[in-house]
């Protein structure tokens, strides 16, 4: 597929500096061929008036943005420490034997990826998978199986929290890149769990 450069400009102006512009391009590179290309890097570059080393930079420094494909669903698991303690970790080695990859895998059909996260800054709810950057909360290995299975025959169950169903990865991108799809509002926002504390303070416990 072809960057459209009209939009990328468009992207562009929305910041008064233009290097301003590297993330949201990068995450919109993503949402066109599903990683960072070589050819992204050099619109990004020759668009932005930089070095194409100032953008891959940036390209490398987050694991946000990917340099070879992922899955059209692309799952990554907490493994740090509370997640770990409470399931993560089974859960990170079940997912890698029952899709038959390993940590930053593909599968052969190309539905699904596997990638250990070290924080998706949801304590409150682990442990927690991530699908397209989505939440599944409260996860156990059965039902992060189901998360996968149901991504591989392409009607994944629903996000826990956000919206009502799971975009792919490409269009996940597209909404990082800043292109509203007009789903912002749908879905659970913030759950009891994470508001606990707010109204422990209103109540002055």
């Known amino acids: 597929m072809t960057l459209d450069r009209d939009l990328m400009q468009t992207i562009i102006k929305r910041y008064p500096r233009s290097r301003s512009a590297i993330m949201p391009l990068l995450h919109y590179v993503q949402s066109v061929s599903g990683y960072v290309t070589h050819e992204g890097i050099e619109t990004i570059s020759e668009l932005l008036e930089i070095e ?25 698991v907490c493994t ?3 997640c770990a303690v409470m399931g993560g970790d089974a859960i ?5 034997e029952h899709l038959g990859i390993e940590n930053d895998g593909v ?9 250990h996260i070290e924080c998706n800054a949801a304590c409150d709810y682990a442990p927690v998978v991530m699908a397209n950057w989505e939440f599944y909360d ?5 039902s992060a199986k ?12 629903a996000p826990t929290r956000g919206p ?25 926002q913030a759950g009891e769990p994470t508001l606990l504390g707010l109204k422990l303070s209103k109540e002055g416990k």
């Open 164 to 188: 009502n169903t799971l975009v792919t990865y490409k269009e996940a991108s597209a909404v990082l890149a800043g292109l509203d799809d007009g789903r912002a509002r749908e879905g659970l």
């Open 92 to 96: 990170f080695s079940a997912l890698k």
């Open 107 to 115: 599968t052969e059909d190309g539905k699904v990826s596997l990638e």
């Open 138 to 142: 409260n996860q156990t290995v059965e």
């Open 80 to 82: 740090n420490t509370l």
């Open 146 to 157: 189901s998360l996968v299975d149901g991504a591989r025959a392409g009607n994944p169950p």
């Open 52 to 76: 194409t080393a100032e953008v891959s930079a940036v390209a490398t420094f987050y694991t946000q943005y990917k340099r070879k494909p992922v899955g059209e669903y692309h799952v990554g």
